[in-house]
């Protein structure tokens, strides 16, 4: 077994923006193209704890050499408070000769990344004529600031971002650790939701909400809204939108907006294409100049085994990680049938 903590995982994803895009983008691909088995996610919550979860994801990805495994990943909101992160989460990694775990990774960098990778790679295969100067970010936690860092690696000409935060204070610090990072990068903090919606036509969700609390009224014709965090938007903004998702089955599901929207109309016919089947078009996608596009992305655990397969193969020739040979027991012996 090896163990990969999460320095050897940030050693190996740092810098690495563009790799981690092409192993998201691989993965959607293979997904459209049938070479995926992705269960639904299973959802632990707990007796009168409404806020705490542990989901599973596991998965398989019919790569060359194919991956199969399961991300934990545990959200504790109150965690930050208490200085913490709101997620942790560790990824397991199975030999497809012998189903035994190979790998257990620490889970919360890759999910991050790799969540961040899904939405700046819609941002850019969903781009309007007109490049993106500048985008806000609603939800000032670790993903804001992840994805900001992955739509800076593909969208060049982004020289603005607009924060918002129902926590001022969050939303002020978070601005200042943008100037800190990226020197040139104009910040603004606004001064509401709706403000933030209208500063530019590039928009990304990544609150804690649990329950719709935003229209897209305030956005301008032609917004691409990145909706990661799933259950911002009011049943009726998803039905007005173009809706791009990962997984149709996934994402109507737990009560996001989509499958509020679903429950209100009865069918899924406002799901205009998945992310997959835009990548594997021929033509270049066309965003709707006129309207609001709005991509939600359940987060398939196939993204967590593409990063986390990454991570393994880059780690081994580095000599990253911890190796613990009696972990597993040896071979089985003929008494133990
Ligand atoms: N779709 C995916 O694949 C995916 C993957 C990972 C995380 N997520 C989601 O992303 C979200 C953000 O995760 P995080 O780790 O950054 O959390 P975090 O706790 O670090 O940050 C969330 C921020 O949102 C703010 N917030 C809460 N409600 C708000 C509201 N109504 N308006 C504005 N701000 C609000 C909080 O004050 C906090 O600063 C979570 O909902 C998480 O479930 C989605």
Redesign the pocket.
Same mark, same amino acid.
């Given at each position: 077994m090896l163990i990969l903590g999460t320095g050897d995982v940030r050693q190996v994803l740092d810098g690495a923006e563009t790799e981690v895009v092409a192993a998201v983008r691989r993965a959607y691909l293979l997904h459209d193209q049938g070479r995926t088995a992705l269960p639904h996610s299973v959802f632990l919550r707990f007796p009168d704890d409404p806020r705490n979860r542990i989901i599973g994801l596991p998965g398989y990805l019919g790569e060359d050499e194919p991956v199969a495994g399961i991300k934990w990943i545990a959200?504790f !909101?109150g965690n %930050?408070a208490a200085g913490l992160?709101?997620?942790s989460a560790a990824v397991i990694l199975n030999s497809m000769a012998t189903g035994r775990p190979e790998a257990l990774l620490e889970g919360s960098v890759i999910? &991050?990344r790799r %969540?961040a990778a &899904?939405a700046a790679l819609a941002a850019a295969v969903l781009a309007s004529s007109v490049p993106e100067t500048g985008v806000s970010l609603? /939800?000032? /936690?670790?993903? /804001?600031f992840e994805i900001l860092a992955y739509l800076r690696a593909v969208l060049p000409d982004l020289a603005t971002v607009t924060v +918002? @935060? $129902? @926590?001022r204070s969050?939303a002020e610090a978070f601005a200042a650790r943008c100037e800190a990072r990226w020197p040139g990068l104009k910040t603004e903090v606004a001064a509401s939701?709706e403000d933030a919606l209208a500063a530019h036509r590039l928009v990304t969700l *990544? %609150? %804690? *909400?649990a329950t719709p609390?935003l229209s897209t009224d305030a956005c301008r014709p032609g917004t691409l809204v990145l909706h990661?965090? $799933?259950r @911002?938007l009011t049943p009726e903004s998803i039905l007005a939108a173009v809706n791009v998702v990962d997984d149709a089955d996934h994402v109507c599901r737990e009560s996001t907006s989509l499958h509020l929207a679903e429950q209100h109309s009865g069918n899924r016919d406002f799901i205009a294409a998945s992310i997959g089947s835009v990548l594997g078009a021929e033509e270049p996608y066309r965003r709707a100049e006129d309207r609001v596009t709005v991509f939600s !992305? +359940? /987060?398939l655990g196939t993204l967590d085994l593409a990063l986390a397969d990454l991570v393994r193969r880059r780690a081994e020739p580095l000599g990253l990680g911890t190796r613990v040979p009696d972990f597993l027991p040896g071979p089985a012996s003929g008494a133990d049938g």
């Amino acid at each position: 077994m090896l163990i990969l903590g999460t320095g050897d995982v940030r050693q190996v994803l740092d810098g690495a923006e563009t790799e981690v895009v092409a192993a998201v983008r691989r993965a959607y691909l293979l997904h459209d193209q049938g070479r995926t088995a992705l269960p639904h996610s299973v959802f632990l919550r707990f007796p009168d704890d409404p806020r705490n979860r542990i989901i599973g994801l596991p998965g398989y990805l019919g790569e060359d050499e194919p991956v199969a495994g399961i991300k934990w990943i545990a959200s504790f !909101p109150g965690n %930050t408070a208490a200085g913490l992160e709101r997620a942790s989460a560790a990824v397991i990694l199975n030999s497809m000769a012998t189903g035994r775990p190979e790998a257990l990774l620490e889970g919360s960098v890759i999910s &991050s990344r790799r %969540t961040a990778a &899904s939405a700046a790679l819609a941002a850019a295969v969903l781009a309007s004529s007109v490049p993106e100067t500048g985008v806000s970010l609603i /939800g000032c /936690g670790v993903i /804001g600031f992840e994805i900001l860092a992955y739509l800076r690696a593909v969208l060049p000409d982004l020289a603005t971002v607009t924060v +918002f @935060d $129902l @926590d001022r204070s969050r939303a002020e610090a978070f601005a200042a650790r943008c100037e800190a990072r990226w020197p040139g990068l104009k910040t603004e903090v606004a001064a509401s939701a709706e403000d933030a919606l209208a500063a530019h036509r590039l928009v990304t969700l *990544a %609150t %804690t *909400a649990a329950t719709p609390h935003l229209s897209t009224d305030a956005c301008r014709p032609g917004t691409l809204v990145l909706h990661v965090s $799933l259950r @911002d938007l009011t049943p009726e903004s998803i039905l007005a939108a173009v809706n791009v998702v990962d997984d149709a089955d996934h994402v109507c599901r737990e009560s996001t907006s989509l499958h509020l929207a679903e429950q209100h109309s009865g069918n899924r016919d406002f799901i205009a294409a998945s992310i997959g089947s835009v990548l594997g078009a021929e033509e270049p996608y066309r965003r709707a100049e006129d309207r609001v596009t709005v991509f939600s !992305p +359940f /987060g398939l655990g196939t993204l967590d085994l593409a990063l986390a397969d990454l991570v393994r193969r880059r780690a081994e020739p580095l000599g990253l990680g911890t190796r613990v040979p009696d972990f597993l027991p040896g071979p089985a012996s003929g008494a133990d049938g």
